[in-house]
């Protein structure tokens, strides 16, 4: 016995030595914790503090009184324990007060810092806050539901930013840029018309993609005065709301209650919200929170030994690392539980690995199977990861019920450098077609003839999101401005928006819409807004009057898909079966049926007609007693006219959609 203790101490002797840094021969050899308590378990008897720090020889935990100012009034040294963490109970309640974490590594005590895994914090993030959280659930939270979603394809997604959506003098809002924006009701614009989330309602959007809310490192929570803008890119505490967001940055409390009161009033509204989140690279690598723990663990580094960057940001994550995929689902997880979260839009997700993204959609599966996730099957520069292995579009069949945005269809209809399909270039019909099945496998189209693509890469329309813009790159009225032809007209631009919105709402998918398209707003050519001053992002309410024909065209394609259940296929085999394309015999023109009450459809077939031509054209159609429903920039479902012949005319850049019973 006493020779078998002896062996044991002189391979803790080898391995960690006396007081120095345990060694391992590369991140695999980390150990990993499996249990649920890092960071904070508060009763308020105690506190016991837990944090995952492999590579330390010491660690000590740093007690405030306030959450930016003043020294630590108590400071207490954590015990070595399981899994690489290092753990310490504090037996007395610390509500109200602030701490920190400090490590030990290679003989130098690194940077303070709050943790990777804290739920509430002071001002800018900077110290951890103890808070009890049955204090931060607004009256009535318990009963709080998620409205009602029987399939992903019956989502219609809205992407705002929250200081857009409210700061213009005319939203008529009390709480411009905050979270409690969208708790308003009876908002007007100088004109008396809806705004703010009345203005959702009427509109009839499903899921409001609110951008980055997270704990932020791009704004200065102490200088709100200065109304300083950010999209938000820069995390800084991923399971912290942002606290420039709150009306009191300063209460931890504060900012968790009032994230909960948005999602709340949202779902009572009968809205979903989706959180924007960046969980592939942080606002700083060196001396971010997760390095002062582990440092150089939870990021990619290049051959050469530099910070790996596909991201854009000088760092990206290590998804495939054991913690940091315990984090992230983890992270997603909390959200959804603890805020009442209902999906999950992942940027730049092409740096996760896949096997990552099928973790969260399992762990989000026991939640709520409902909770959709997606993002952007890309990175935005070169990964050491194998492509293989990466979440983008072109692996999009290997991760179901993860989906991904459609650029084909975005750079098809708009064009990147020149104009596309509603602008009336030519030769883009297949291209069109494939946004049409939702870029699924279909036996009429010729795949050789994509723009990105050669081949379908999805297995289902539930994975794939519609979009013409986004916050990135020029909003959908400055990028008409930007590629249209030189003899092109304001009353064209109105066609081609109209044009592009038609064909991403009657594509099989997801529809996705940024924030004011619906007003005509532009953001004064400006492609990335991320920095600029809220009079470029703002959303001018009072357009909701002067571009009223424009409102109630958006407002009839997201009620003429929400009524008609045939736009919103679920299967790639029921999609071969009942869309079938026409030979519509003209250039620049697409048109196909939707047959036989697909999908539970209440009409028998439905005919949809693209017009990409700057010319009206004649089109023969099959014979039958259609309703019209949509023709010449104008919707109608209880029908336009009857049409009782063959030969059918389509005015210019438009669509029209007719339906047999």
Sequence with gaps: MKKQLLFVLLISAVFYGCNSKPTYQSYDDYPVYEGSDLEL??????????????????????????????????????????????????DKNLKGKFYTFQIKVNDVWLDE???????????????????????????????????????????????????????????????????????????????????????????????????????????????????????????LNYNVPEGSYSTDPFNPVTRILEFKQMVQSLHKSGIRVIMDVAYNHTSQGKNSHFDLLAPGYFYRMNADSTWSDASGFGNETASERAMMRKFIFESVVYWATEYHVDGFCFNLMGIHDIETMTEIRAALDKVD????????????????????????????????????FCDDIRDVLLGKDSAGFVLGADSLEECVRFGAVGATQHPQIDYSKLLYSKEPYVNNPTQIVNYVSSHNDLCLLDKLKKIKPVDATDEELIRFDKLAQTIVFTSQGIPFIYAGEELFRDKKGISNTSQVPDSINRINWDLKTSQKDIFQYYQGLIALRKQHAAFRIPMQDMIQQHLKFLDMMTPNVVG???????????????????????????VEIPEGEWNLVCHDGQINLNVISAINTTTFNVPASSASILYVN
């Design 592 to 618: 196909f049926l939707l047959t036989d009450h697909v999908n539970g459809e209440i009409w028998k077939d439905i005919l949809v007609i693209y017009n990409g031509n700057r010319k009206a054209v004649t």
């Design 41 to 90: 378990t508060y009763s308020p008897q105690s506190s016991k503090f837990r944090i995952w720090a492999p590579t330390a020889t010491s660690a000590k935990l740093l007690l405030y009184d306030n959450g930016n100012e003043g020294g630590a009034y108590e400071v207490l040294d954590m015990d070595k324990s399981e899994s690489g963490t290092w753990q310490l109970t504090v």
């Design 369 to 404: 199977p409902t909770i959709f996730v997606y993002g952007e099957g890309w990175t935005a520069a070169p990964s050491p990861i194998a492509e293989s292995k990466r979440a983008v579009k072109k692996n999009a069949k290997e991760f179901e019920n993860v989906a991904v």
């Design 113 to 235: 810092t709050p943790g990777i895994w804290v739920k509430a914090t002071g001002v800018n993030g900077k110290r951890a806050a103890v808070i009890d959280f049955a204090e931060t659930n607004p009256e009535g939270w318990e009963n709080d539901k998620r409205p009602d979603l029987d399939k992903f394809t019956d989502i219609s997604i809205y992407e705002v930013h929250m200081r857009d959506f409210s700061v213009s003098p005319n939203s008529g809002i009390k709480n411009k840029g905050k979270f409690l924006a969208f708790t308003e009701h009876g908002t007007k614009n100088s004109a008396g018309e809806a705004t703010g989330i009345d203005h959702l309602k009427e509109l009839g959007i499903t899921h409001v993609q609110i951008m980055p809310s997270f704990d932020f490192v791009s704004i200065d929570e102490t200088k709100l005065n200065e109304n300083k803008y950010n999209w938000g890119y820069t995390p």
